[in-house]
């Protein structure tokens, strides 16, 4: 009888041991499926994240593109605006360049046709002094009387045609240049001539210049009725020389 009871408690403790078993089994099958669940859960969850962040990968390298062609686009137009601009103010510069040596270049040519055209009228008046000169040395005092008197008359004929309104009526003396000298009877004909055409009577003094060659020269304070030799030569060169420019210029 006890062999038997121990033959049920063996037995007993077999099945119990066996149900245990089998429920830790369970159990732990039962653990095994849910960590594998969570695994294959975490894993998707993993594999959408890996999804989600190459996308957001590619996306950005996309974006990246864009900026980048966005930035060489903009860059080559920089470059073209900065060449094109610095085209036009290298144009402008040149412009401006060649306006100024324009400027320069006339203002050259306009101070060397003044500086000619002074030379030119000092050199026309050395002329004429020296014409005036050598007609002064040529001449023999006979000449000179003959001519001086030729001269006298023709001024008292030009003096009946002068304007006498002209001189101021300050005016109280004048002085009668000429080359010789006047006589007093000479001298009152020259008076009584500015008398009857200015209606007033006006000093003379008769004062000698021999530059004068020939000729009557009044001096009425700043104004003066020039009838010399001298000045008859120069407005003579000076109408030759007029209507030689005149001749050249319709060549």
């Known amino acids: 009888m006890t062999f038997a009871l121990i033959i049920q408690f063996l037995l007993l403790t077999a099945i119990i041991s066996g149900a245990l078993i089998f429920a830790l089994h369970r159990v732990f099958l039962s653990s095994v499926e849910g960590a594998k669940q969570r695994l294959e859960r975490d894993a998707e969850a993993a594999r959408a994240r890996e999804v989600e962040l190459n996308s957001k990968i590619k996306q950005a390298s996309e974006e990246l593109a864009a900026r980048k062609k966005e930035l060489d686009q903009l860059e080559q137009k920089m470059k073209v605006d900065l060449e094109a601009s610095a085209e036009k103010h290298r ?146 060169a000076t109408a030759l020389k007029a209507e030689a420019e005149k001749s050249r210029q319709k060549k």
């Not at 324009?102 to 306009?110: D, F, G, R, W």
Request: glycine share 4%; net charge negative; proline share 0%.
């Open 91 to 236: 144009e402008e510069l040149v412009t401006k360049a060649r306006a100024d040596a324009e400027e320069i270049i006339t203002k050259a040519q306009n101070a060397a046709d003044s500086i000619r055209l002074d030379i030119e009228k000092q050199m026309e008046i050395r002329i004429i002094d020296h014409a005036v000169s050598i007609i002064g040395s040529v001449l023999t005092k006979r000449a000179k009387v003959a001519l001086e008197k030729d001269l006298f008359e023709e001024f008292l004929e030009q003096l009946r045609n002068v304007d006498m309104s002209k001189i101021s009526q300050d005016i109280k003396k004048a002085d009668v240049v000429t080359s010789l000298g006047l006589s007093d009877a000479d001298l009152k004909r020259v008076s009584d001539e500015i008398c009857a055409r200015s209606g007033r009577t006006i000093e003379l003094h008769s004062k000698v210049d021999g530059a004068h060659i020939a000729g009557v020269v009044i001096h009425f304070g700043s104004l003066q009725l020039d009838g010399s030799l001298r000045t008859a030569v120069k407005e003579a």
